[in-house]
């Protein structure tokens, strides 16, 4: 029997990281399309089976550890993936072997789905719960056992729950690992790459996105490329009234805007304390200058609700420069943009400038 259910306990090790590839990206929230809840259903039913097929086979009866696959279902998949899970294991139980153990031993995992289900029904996985089930999925089966068979040597039963034990134990402790693994990777990805305020591109990524579009602008004579620089006018005022919560709040509105008024195709990024930079490829000069000048109207024209429940009037000062109008080189835009920005400032704020002079 040992033999079996360390085989058991092997095949479940080997499934616990087989899944968190499968799902990676679903294990930290249960709010999955429903093809999902089934598949994740499909593939902790179908380990129930493998467990099935090479557990321990006792009189008339199997003991293996098919009642993890479906803690793991409710945990990480809820209802649909419980039931899914459940419906497999028991079509596997019936095709491998029917008789009237199967029939206590298919209501036994009946009662663990349901249960498992209700108690771990949470948008969240809760593991301290789920491993409440495992013990109580134990009892079950063991209840089911001594029914079925009042002679199970006490050995069999001490080797059963020492092994379930490990084995649901490491199950949820491997697939919590790699998700919190990976949802931490995730997260450090974003904050590699995104401003962590305004939710558009930081200087860094930015520069990354330029670079690769400048190239690429001066390797097609008929690229076009238009940058624009933007500054909040009197920004340390606002902090310094009503406080750098209140400034934050700001600089999270005015990323929002710039993420509804441009495409998905014209990065922006927060690219210093209150300045920011929009980058437009296959951009004619008429056209970032009229969007230069959309952006200005809608931040000058729509105050800002800060979270005291102020609203406070917020403009910005924009500089934008074109290639090819401004420069035979895409990569001085920068110096271009920032120029026209500082001229912007310096002559009344709440502007936007450019040249049509190639320099």
Known sequence: ???????????????????????????????????????????????????????????????????????????????????????????????????????????????????????????????????????????????????????????????????????????????????????????????????????????????????????RASQSPSSQLALIYLDIDQFKQINDQYGHYEGDQVLKELGARLRFLLSSSDPSARIGGEEFAVLMPNCTYTKGLHLAEEIRHTIDANPILLTSGDTIPVTVSLGIAHYPTNTSDPRTLPLIADRMLYKAKTSGRNQVCSTEKKE
């Open 1 to 215: 029997m040992l033999k079996e259910l360390f085989l058991n306990l092997t095949i479940l090790i080997t499934f616990n990281y087989l899944f968190t590839l499968l799902f990676k990206e679903s294990l930290s929230y249960k709010e999955d399309r429903l093809m999902f809840q089934l598949l994740k259903g499909t593939v902790c039913g179908l380990l129930g089976v493998f467990l099935i097929a090479f557990g321990f086979s006792y009189s008339d009866s199997i003991i293996d550890l098919r009642n993890i696959p479906i803690i793991i279902a409710a945990l990480y998949g809820g209802w649909v993936s419980t039931a899914a899970a459940f419906a497999i294991i028991v079509a596997g139980r019936i095709l491998i072997n029917f008789n009237a153990s199967a029939i206590f031993s298919i209501a036994a995992v009946g009662v663990i789905a349901i249960l498992s289900a209700a108690v771990l029904r949470g948008k969240k996985p809760d593991h301290k719960m789920a491993f409440v089930m495992l013990l109580f999925s134990n009892v079950i089966f063991t209840l089911t056992l001594l029914f079925l068979m009042p002679e199970q040597p006490a050995g069999a039963l001490v080797y059963y729950w020492l092994i379930s034990v490990l084995g649901g134990m490491l199950s949820l402790y491997i697939i919590k690992h790699e998700a919190d693994a990976r949802l931490l990777f995730k997260q450090y990805k974003f904050q590699a790459n995104y401003d962590f305020l305004t939710g558009i591109f930081n200087k860094r990524k930015f520069e990354e996105v330029s670079r690769v579009l400048y190239d």
